[in-house]
């Protein structure tokens, strides 16, 4: 288990990271949640031993992360720092040997993992030559090479088309079914939702909430009512606010105890209604709320914060 405490860091009059505490268990996929500068990438880096915390502790299984235990993580950071003339196999052999793996066994694990991500064709390109999604690929390779215990992973799903995308996510819920912890920050909160059991969102260097997604969405304060028209028909409701991109598709945010029947009953009164539903705010629409004022207080769903 990763135990993140406390975490505490400034540089000079910026106060990077104040107080973050998370944990990821094995088996877990944990989705690290925050708008740019909020202090994910600090955390990240901590986690790896690549800055010095101010204050704070980073442990796995109770222990200090030492240069043995952190062998067994894989990074992959948002910014990709490979050699651009280097080829494929080439670049994944050396980066095997560099953790400490026999010429042997990086060269098995580099093909193993070429054929997983349908990048076998491509070992002998230059990494210049390649896509970005296929760059994305080999940096994830890069991660998993040593069949880390614990995963860290910072955009992993940038530059992927939707292929790519159902690919990566197949292996990452493979690799957290193998037992791996894996921690994963991603501005795209519709993968996040459909991967992630629990998320930690920060803002300004704080926890400001975190839980099971299905337990925050179900604890929000506010509901969704979708109502969809035959024809475009123009509708405001005074029960809550309205979103349309289309004049026919609506959706209506409003107050946990409204009665959905109501605004139904009004859009039916407006127009010819072909579809409706009812159901929590998206993950998204929790991010922007918990992120979106000023002064929160750390909150908790199904756990402590501390």
């Known amino acids: ?20 505490s998370l944990t990821v268990r094995r088996g877990e996929i944990v989705g690290f949640l925050g708008p740019n500068g909020a202090g994910k990438t600090t955390t990240m880096r901590a986690i790896m031993q690549l800055v010095a ?5 980073v442990t796995w299984d109770g222990r200090p992360v030492d240069l043995a235990t952190r062998r067994r993580f894989g990074y992959m950071p948002a910014e990709r720092g490979m050699y651009a003339r280097m080829r494929v196999r080439d670049h994944l052999v050396y ?5 400490g793996r026999s ?34 690929r080999v940096q994830f390779a890069l991660a998993m090479l040593d069949e880390p215990d614990l ?3 910072d955009e992993p799903f940038a530059g992927l088309d939707p292929i790519a995308v159902d690919t990566l996510s197949d292996l990452l819920r493979e690799e957290v079914a193998r037992g791996t912890a894996l921690l994963l920050s991603s501005h795209q909160l519709d993968l996040v939702a459909e991967v992630c059991s629990g998320v930690v969102i920060v803002d300004d260097g704080r926890v400001v909430l975190r839980g099971e997604v299905s337990e925050l969405r179900s604890a929000s304060t506010s509901r969704v009512v979708a109502v969809e028209f035959a024809t475009v028909t123009p509708w405001d409701t005074a029960h809550g606010r309205v979103e349309s ?28 209604v072909i579809g409706y539903g009812f159901s929590p705010p998206d993950l998204s ?22």
Do not use: C
């Open 151 to 153: 995963l860290v992973l």
């Open 285 to 306: 629409e929790i991010f922007l709320a918990a992120v979106g004022r000023d002064h929160m207080e750390p909150a908790v769903v199904g756990g402590e914060v501390r």
């Open 245 to 272: 991109d289309d004049g026919r598709r609506y959706r209506v945010h409003v107050a946990v105890d409204t009665d959905p029947e109501v605004v139904i009953a009004e859009a039916r009164a407006r127009g010819d």
């Open 95 to 99: 980066y095997g040997r560099l953790s």
């Open 53 to 57: 915390m101010d204050r704070g502790t």
């Open 1 to 20: 288990m990763l135990q993140v405490d406390g975490l505490t860091k400034r540089y000079g009059e910026l106060l990077a990271l104040d107080d973050v």
């Open 103 to 136: 010429a042997s066994t990086a060269a098995a694990s580099t093909d193993r993992w070429l054929e997983r991500l349908g990048l076998t064709g491509r070992a002998d390109d230059e990494i210049q030559t390649l896509s970005s999604g296929n760059q994305q």
